[in-house]
Protein backbone atom coordinates (compact mmCIF):
# COMPACT_ATOMS: atom_id res chain seq x y z
CA UNK A 1 0.00 0.00 0.00
CA UNK A 2 2.99 2.05 0.59
CA UNK A 3 4.52 1.89 -2.73
CA UNK A 4 1.03 2.03 -4.60
CA UNK A 5 0.64 5.08 -2.53
CA UNK A 6 4.05 7.20 -3.28
CA UNK A 7 3.31 6.18 -7.03
CA UNK A 8 -0.25 7.42 -6.87
CA UNK A 9 1.55 10.61 -5.38
CA UNK A 10 4.57 11.09 -7.79
CA UNK A 11 2.31 10.11 -11.44
CA UNK A 12 -0.21 13.34 -10.11
CA UNK A 13 3.27 15.75 -9.23
CA UNK A 14 4.51 14.50 -13.13
CA UNK A 15 1.14 15.22 -14.41
CA UNK A 16 0.34 18.90 -12.68
CA UNK A 17 4.07 19.63 -12.34
CA UNK A 18 4.41 20.74 -16.25
CA UNK A 19 1.20 23.03 -16.11
CA UNK A 20 2.22 25.19 -13.30
CA UNK A 21 5.65 26.12 -14.70
CA UNK A 22 3.94 26.62 -17.76
CA UNK A 23 1.87 29.15 -15.88
CA UNK A 24 4.83 30.65 -14.59
CA UNK A 25 6.20 30.99 -17.68
CA UNK A 26 3.73 32.46 -19.36
CA UNK A 27 2.66 34.59 -16.50
CA UNK A 28 6.57 35.87 -16.66
CA UNK A 29 5.43 39.30 -17.48
CA UNK A 30 3.47 39.60 -14.57
CA UNK A 31 3.90 41.83 -11.57
CA UNK A 32 5.80 39.21 -9.26
CA UNK A 33 3.40 39.22 -6.52
CA UNK A 34 1.02 37.59 -8.97
CA UNK A 35 3.71 35.05 -10.07
CA UNK A 36 4.65 34.43 -6.48
CA UNK A 37 0.92 33.26 -6.40
CA UNK A 38 1.09 30.24 -9.20
CA UNK A 39 4.40 28.98 -7.34
CA UNK A 40 2.46 29.15 -3.92
CA UNK A 41 -0.15 27.46 -5.18
CA UNK A 42 1.98 24.51 -6.56
CA UNK A 43 3.22 23.72 -3.28
CA UNK A 44 -0.08 24.05 -1.36
CA UNK A 45 -0.95 21.23 -4.12
CA UNK A 46 1.59 18.96 -3.14
CA UNK A 47 1.47 19.69 0.43
CA UNK A 48 -2.37 18.53 -0.47
CA UNK A 49 -1.55 15.72 -2.16
CA UNK A 50 0.78 14.34 0.42
CA UNK A 51 -2.15 14.94 3.32
CA UNK A 52 -4.52 12.91 1.54
CA UNK A 53 -3.02 10.48 -1.27
CA UNK A 54 0.29 9.77 1.19
CA UNK A 55 -1.28 10.27 4.36
CA UNK A 56 1.27 12.37 5.13
CA UNK A 57 0.06 15.21 7.82
CA UNK A 58 1.10 17.47 10.10
CA UNK A 59 0.18 19.84 13.23
CA UNK A 60 1.24 23.23 14.11
CA UNK A 61 2.24 24.05 17.46
CA UNK A 62 2.80 28.36 18.47
CA UNK A 63 1.40 29.64 15.16
CA UNK A 64 0.26 32.61 17.59
CA UNK A 65 4.15 33.36 17.26
CA UNK A 66 3.54 33.83 13.04
CA UNK A 67 4.41 37.89 13.78
CA UNK A 68 2.43 40.83 11.74
CA UNK A 69 5.23 42.14 10.20
CA UNK A 70 7.89 40.26 7.39
CA UNK A 71 10.10 38.59 9.31
CA UNK A 72 13.14 35.76 8.84
CA UNK A 73 11.80 31.94 8.99
CA UNK A 74 14.53 29.89 10.60
CA UNK A 75 13.76 26.54 10.15
CA UNK A 76 15.64 23.19 10.47
CA UNK A 77 16.08 21.79 7.34
CA UNK A 78 15.86 17.95 6.82
CA UNK A 79 13.50 17.29 3.74
CA UNK A 80 11.96 18.32 1.04
CA UNK A 81 8.24 18.79 2.72
CA UNK A 82 9.61 22.05 4.44
CA UNK A 83 10.18 23.64 1.18
CA UNK A 84 6.61 22.76 0.49
CA UNK A 85 4.55 23.25 3.86
CA UNK A 86 6.17 26.49 4.94
CA UNK A 87 4.64 28.09 1.82
CA UNK A 88 0.89 26.88 3.14
CA UNK A 89 1.80 27.94 6.78
CA UNK A 90 3.62 31.35 6.81
CA UNK A 91 2.63 34.45 4.66
CA UNK A 92 4.00 34.54 1.11
CA UNK A 93 7.80 34.36 1.04
CA UNK A 94 11.00 33.95 -0.64
CA UNK A 95 13.70 31.31 -0.07
CA UNK A 96 17.42 31.65 0.13
CA UNK A 97 18.80 29.37 -2.52
CA UNK A 98 22.00 28.19 -4.33
CA UNK A 99 22.35 30.35 -7.84
CA UNK A 100 23.51 26.80 -9.34
CA UNK A 101 19.61 25.70 -8.68
CA UNK A 102 18.87 28.43 -11.31
CA UNK A 103 20.64 26.61 -13.83
CA UNK A 104 17.93 23.22 -13.43
CA UNK A 105 15.88 23.12 -16.50
CA UNK A 106 12.62 23.95 -16.28
CA UNK A 107 12.57 23.77 -12.46
CA UNK A 108 15.46 26.55 -12.32
CA UNK A 109 13.60 28.69 -14.69
CA UNK A 110 10.29 28.16 -12.64
CA UNK A 111 12.48 29.21 -9.57
CA UNK A 112 13.56 32.12 -10.79
CA UNK A 113 10.38 33.16 -11.33
CA UNK A 114 9.74 32.73 -7.73
CA UNK A 115 11.76 36.11 -6.92
CA UNK A 116 14.48 33.77 -4.90
CA UNK A 117 17.73 35.13 -3.13
CA UNK A 118 20.09 33.51 -4.75
CA UNK A 119 23.83 33.77 -3.64
CA UNK A 120 26.80 32.27 -5.20
CA UNK A 121 28.48 30.08 -2.50
CA UNK A 122 32.39 30.57 -4.69
CA UNK A 123 32.31 34.01 -4.01
CA UNK A 124 32.13 35.02 -0.19
CA UNK A 125 33.07 38.25 -0.78
CA UNK A 126 30.38 39.33 -2.78
CA UNK A 127 28.18 36.90 -1.21
CA UNK A 128 26.46 39.29 2.00
CA UNK A 129 26.38 42.40 -0.16
CA UNK A 130 24.41 40.30 -2.76
CA UNK A 131 21.84 38.98 -0.25
CA UNK A 132 21.44 42.33 1.60
CA UNK A 133 20.57 44.12 -1.40
CA UNK A 134 18.51 41.01 -2.38
CA UNK A 135 16.87 40.92 0.81
CA UNK A 136 16.05 44.42 1.11
CA UNK A 137 13.92 44.52 -2.26
CA UNK A 138 12.38 41.48 -1.05
CA UNK A 139 11.21 43.20 2.20
CA UNK A 140 9.83 45.85 0.33
CA UNK A 141 7.93 44.31 -1.62
CA UNK A 142 6.20 42.62 1.35
CA UNK A 143 8.10 39.18 1.28
CA UNK A 144 8.99 36.36 4.74
CA UNK A 145 12.56 35.45 3.45
CA UNK A 146 13.16 31.46 4.71
CA UNK A 147 16.41 30.55 5.50
CA UNK A 148 17.95 27.01 6.53
CA UNK A 149 20.78 28.64 8.87
CA UNK A 150 22.58 24.47 8.29
CA UNK A 151 23.04 25.29 4.56
CA UNK A 152 21.97 21.41 4.08
CA UNK A 153 19.71 18.74 4.85
CA UNK A 154 20.59 17.01 7.91
CA UNK A 155 19.43 13.36 9.67
CA UNK A 156 16.76 13.64 12.08
CA UNK A 157 18.34 13.81 15.54
CA UNK A 158 21.95 15.66 14.27
CA UNK A 159 22.66 19.32 14.23
CA UNK A 160 24.93 20.80 11.57
CA UNK A 161 26.82 23.88 11.99
CA UNK A 162 24.47 26.97 12.18
CA UNK A 163 25.65 29.85 10.04
CA UNK A 164 25.06 33.24 10.77
CA UNK A 165 23.30 34.36 7.38
CA UNK A 166 19.71 34.17 8.82
CA UNK A 167 20.28 36.37 12.12
CA UNK A 168 22.94 38.39 9.80
CA UNK A 169 20.37 39.18 7.23
CA UNK A 170 17.96 40.05 10.30
CA UNK A 171 20.15 42.92 11.87
CA UNK A 172 21.04 44.06 8.88
CA UNK A 173 17.60 44.26 7.37
CA UNK A 174 15.72 44.81 11.19
CA UNK A 175 13.79 41.84 10.40
CA UNK A 176 12.30 39.21 13.29
CA UNK A 177 13.61 36.30 13.74
CA UNK A 178 11.27 33.38 13.67
CA UNK A 179 12.90 29.61 14.67
CA UNK A 180 10.94 26.67 13.12
CA UNK A 181 11.44 23.11 14.28
CA UNK A 182 9.90 20.15 12.76
CA UNK A 183 11.11 16.38 12.44
CA UNK A 184 9.84 15.66 8.73
CA UNK A 185 13.05 13.83 7.77
CA UNK A 186 11.84 11.01 10.16
CA UNK A 187 8.63 10.43 7.45
CA UNK A 188 10.81 12.04 4.57
CA UNK A 189 14.28 10.79 4.38
CA UNK A 190 16.74 13.16 2.55
CA UNK A 191 17.01 12.22 -1.35
CA UNK A 192 13.99 9.20 -0.08
CA UNK A 193 11.61 8.19 -3.32
CA UNK A 194 8.93 6.85 -1.27
CA UNK A 195 7.88 9.32 1.48
CA UNK A 196 5.86 7.52 4.85
CA UNK A 197 2.61 7.85 6.17
CA UNK A 198 2.46 9.90 9.67
CA UNK A 199 1.86 13.09 11.59
CA UNK A 200 4.60 15.66 11.54
CA UNK A 201 4.96 18.23 14.42
CA UNK A 202 6.49 21.72 13.36
CA UNK A 203 7.17 24.20 16.13
CA UNK A 204 7.07 28.09 16.04
CA UNK A 205 8.99 29.79 18.17
CA UNK A 206 8.90 33.19 19.86
CA UNK A 207 10.60 35.77 17.38
CA UNK A 208 14.01 36.96 17.94
CA UNK A 209 13.81 40.73 17.58
CA UNK A 210 17.40 42.42 16.47
CA UNK A 211 18.88 44.86 19.09
CA UNK A 212 21.60 46.85 18.77
CA UNK A 213 23.53 45.65 21.72
CA UNK A 214 23.39 41.57 20.36
CA UNK A 215 25.05 40.78 17.57
CA UNK A 216 24.17 37.83 14.54
CA UNK A 217 26.28 35.17 16.35
CA UNK A 218 24.68 35.66 19.49
CA UNK A 219 20.69 35.74 17.49
CA UNK A 220 22.09 32.70 15.62
CA UNK A 221 23.15 30.97 19.19
CA UNK A 222 19.71 31.86 20.46
CA UNK A 223 17.99 30.24 17.29
CA UNK A 224 20.05 27.40 17.54
CA UNK A 225 19.58 26.13 21.29
CA UNK A 226 15.54 26.97 20.56
CA UNK A 227 15.51 24.90 17.39
CA UNK A 228 17.60 21.90 18.91
CA UNK A 229 16.28 22.14 21.77
CA UNK A 230 12.53 21.65 20.20
CA UNK A 231 14.15 19.02 18.11
CA UNK A 232 14.61 16.32 20.61
CA UNK A 233 10.89 17.27 22.10
CA UNK A 234 9.36 16.41 19.00
CA UNK A 235 11.96 13.65 18.02
CA UNK A 236 12.08 10.07 17.75
CA UNK A 237 8.02 9.39 16.35
CA UNK A 238 8.32 8.69 12.60
CA UNK A 239 10.31 5.31 11.00
CA UNK A 240 13.20 7.33 10.23
CA UNK A 241 13.87 8.72 13.83
CA UNK A 242 17.38 8.49 15.33
CA UNK A 243 17.90 5.75 17.48
CA UNK A 244 18.61 7.67 20.85
CA UNK A 245 15.36 10.00 19.99
CA UNK A 246 13.54 7.23 19.63
CA UNK A 247 14.62 5.21 22.86
CA UNK A 248 14.72 8.46 25.04
CA UNK A 249 10.64 9.04 23.59
CA UNK A 250 9.98 5.00 24.69
CA UNK A 251 11.98 5.15 28.32
Known amino acids: MLLIRNLIYWLLVAIVTPLFFLGLFIGAPLPRR ?46 GWETLALQEIFPSQVFVAKKELLWIPFFGWGLALTNPITINRSDRANANRLMLEQGTNRKQHGFWISVFPEGTRTRPGVAGKYKLGAARMAKQLDMPLVPVAHNAGEFWPRNAFLKHPGEITLVIGPAIYPRDDVGPEAMTRQAEAWIEARQREIGGIGPFAHPDERKARTA
Open 34 to 79: TRHVIGESWARLLTWLLWHVVGLRYRVIGAENIVKEPAIICAKHQS
